[in-house]
């Protein structure tokens, strides 16, 4: 059996597959080995999925090998373009059956998983216009050669996604992969398999040929480590973790020295000047840390506030985090579901008895929420020194931390005080101290008088450790295609 049975609040009973997708069927495991995924809503099984072993790996790899060099580069650019406008119109189609499995799974509000998904139509559709627009140049250098420039597919591409956005990265990663010429093997994460098995199902559906897109579900110290170490990957992308981040480049480079792409952990600034805009910053603040329940690689959890409006500022944020609604994720008014498993609801909770061992005030929150499923409170720490763990770690949760500033001066140098740089944010509305900030945090997106506002058409990647390459916009193709140099010598043997 490769698929079962399962129902959600909000679509009613559904086909869900549980087997590999691998050359457009979905198969069992080798070994037959599944694993179980847990409702992190209420600490139940949902279900069991096909495990993928380095066996299966194998298997995925060789049949996005066989489509790479055969049927797949027959496909003129805009065929490509063509299949994934097709998926994109069935992302928009099944819209509502996706963001349910994935609220089931992940335990995202339904209202922000039915924004991810149409995120994820635009995001294909943006890729599927530039199939065919992915151009070389001709050099002149000299009056008796010819030369040109090609952009050229990578090959057989490796991804690694995460959990906090299953079906928002697959569409991150397969986008500009497949529009660039590439076949790819995608490994979900497996804490949340469900709704990246369930767009499988459409890949088939919008008549892409067998090898193209495989997808496969496993755990990431064998399934992951297998793509990341494969001799027969060209390249791999990967979105998780700065600790694991090392592990993938390592085995890459051990390995056949694959192309790497890696978007990592962040600390994030938000950083609020006395002229800001306080309910338009109190309102994007509490979006920037409390959003997809704080499980967001680019969360604003380093709060600096100018000292002269410190205390108002603390006082409405605490106000406006109580009024996050936490609970049932198919509840309309629900803002924050469930942290998505009990390993990262113990995480979170062991940072937040950090905080409060370190002599830093909880302000808000601090505890469980509710006696069931893995639900924590909106927390807001004060009094934090820049030393102190909950400053410095990258927590992945609804728990953020609080301080001064004096000059712009020093909100820069907190900014960057960090070992990370994926995102930052400026609320002001003064132009020039805008520019100024922005222009000085070491950060890969910054934000001003918002926050969490990204879009397919603006690259997204990280400085320092937060990682290698970019998501997004025209600058995700330069991660899926490498550059061939043809020059040729004018004369009698190829021009008579």
Request: glycine share 10%; with cysteine.
């Amino acid at each position: 059996m490769v698929f079962t049975k399962l129902s959600t609040p909000l679509t009613g009973e559904y086909e869900q597959p549980i087997g590999l997708f691998i050359n457009n069927e979905f198969v069992k495991s080798v070994e037959g080995k599944t694993f179980e995924v847990i409702n992190p809503s209420d600490e139940s099984v949902i279900t069991s999925v096909y495990e993928a072993t380095e066996k299966d790996v194998d298997l995925a790899v060789a049949a996005a090998r066989k489509a790479f060099e055969g049927d797949w580069r027959k496909v003129t650019p805009e065929q490509r373009g063509k299949f994934l406008y097709k998926l994109a119109d069935l992302f928009e189609k099944n819209l509502e059956l996706l963001a349910a499995v994935e609220s089931l799974d992940n335990g995202k509000a339904i209202t922000m998983a039915l924004g991810d998904v149409g995120a994820c139509a635009g995001c294909l559709r943006y890729y599927a216009g530039w199939a065919d627009k992915i151009e070389g140049k001709v050099v002149d250098t000299s009056h008796d050669t010819f030369n040109y420039v090609k952009r050229e597919p990578i090959g057989v591409c490796g991804q690694i996604i995460p959990w906090n956005f299953p079906l928002l990265m697959w569409a991150w990663k397969i986008g500009p992969a497949v529009a660039a010429g590439n076949t790819v093997v995608l490994k979900t994460a497996e804490q949340t398999p469900l709704s990246a098995l369930v767009a499988a199902t459409l890949v088939k559906e919008a008549g892409f040929p067998p090898g193209v897109i495989n997808i496969i579900s496993g755990i990431g110290r064998v399934a992951g480590a297998a793509i990341s170490s494969h001799m027969d990957v060209d390249k791999v992308a990967f979105t998780g973790s700065t600790v694991v981040g090392r592990q993938i480049m390592k085995a890459a480079a051990m390995s056949n020295l694959k192309k790497v792409t890696l978007e990592l952990g962040g600390k994030s600034p938000n950083i609020i000047f006395e002229d800001a805009d306080i309910d338009n910053a109190i309102s994007w603040v509490n979006f920037g840390i409390f959003f997809n329940h704080g499980q967001c690689c680019c969360a604003g959890s380093r709060i600096y506030v100018q000292e002269s409006i410190y205390d108002k500022f603390l006082a409405r944020f605490k106000e406006r985090a109580a009024k996050n609604v936490v609970g049932d994720p198919f509840d309309k008014k629900t803002f924050q579901g469930p942290q998505v498993s009990k390993l990262q609801f113990d995480r979170i909770m062991e940072y937040i008895e950090h905080g409060k061992a370190d002599g830093a005030t909880v302000e808000v929150g601090g505890n469980r929420h509710g006696d069931k499923g893995y639900f924590i409170e909106p927390t807001i720490f004060s009094n934090v020194k820049e030393d102190m763990k909950i400053v410095q770690e990258e927590i992945f949760g609804p728990v953020c931390s609080i301080a001064k500033f004096k000059t712009i001066e020093d909100a820069v140098h907190l900014g960057n005080s960090t070992t990370y740089g994926l995102a930052a944010a400026v609320h002001t509305t003064n132009l020039n101290t805008a520019i100024e900030v922005s222009n000085a945090l070491k950060a890969g997106t910054v934000w001003v008088n918002t926050y969490n506002t990204l879009h397919h058409q603006l690259p997204f990647g990280g400085f320092k450790e937060s990682g290698i390459g970019r998501e997004l916009g025209e600058a995700a193709l330069d991660n899926y295609t490498q550059t061939k140099t043809v020059s040729i010598r004018l004369g009698d043997a190829l021009f008579g």
